[in-house]
Structures are given as C-alpha cells and as structure tokens.
C-alpha cells in the first residue's frame, strides 16, 4: 500500500512542478529540480525511509526504461 502511496506522490508532485514551472519561470522551478526537493521534503516529514521508497521507485524506473526504449525506437 505504502509502493502505492509513493508513485501517487511523485507523480502527483511532479505535475504540480510542471504547474509551478510554467506560471514561475525560473531555474529553481524546473519540474525536475522542484519536485524532486518536494518528494524528499515530504518523505522526511511523513518519516518514510528510502528503504520503503524503494520499491515504488524501482516500479517507476522499470516503467520509464520502457518507455524511454519505445520512444528511441521510434526516433
């Protein structure tokens, strides 16, 4: 439940980064940049461990390869 709540959280943070990044134009508001700060910020704060973060970002990684490898493919 807890892999769940994590790929929600980062997905959801890094659509609200892309929010922020278009109506604040700057280098500290680049979607990456941003929402990676927000997701470690909330993680300290919710007291969630890498350990439990993990799974979640190995599911996103697996997900992204995939993705990344079909759209090269296309190139």
Same mark, same amino acid.
């Given at each position: 439940m807890i892999t769940i709540f994590n790929i929600a959280l980062t997905i959801g943070v890094y659509n609200l980064s892309r929010v922020i990044?278009?109506?604040f134009s700057s280098p500290i508001t680049t979607p990456v940049f941003l929402s990676t700060v927000l997701v470690i910020t909330i993680? @300290? @704060?919710l007291n969630i461990t890498y350990t439990d973060y993990k799974p979640a970002l190995q599911?996103?990684?697996?997900? @992204?390869g995939r993705y990344c490898s079909f759209s090269c493919a296309i190139i």
């Open positions: 990044s278009k109506r993680l @300290l @704060l599911i996103m990684t697996l997900l @992204l």
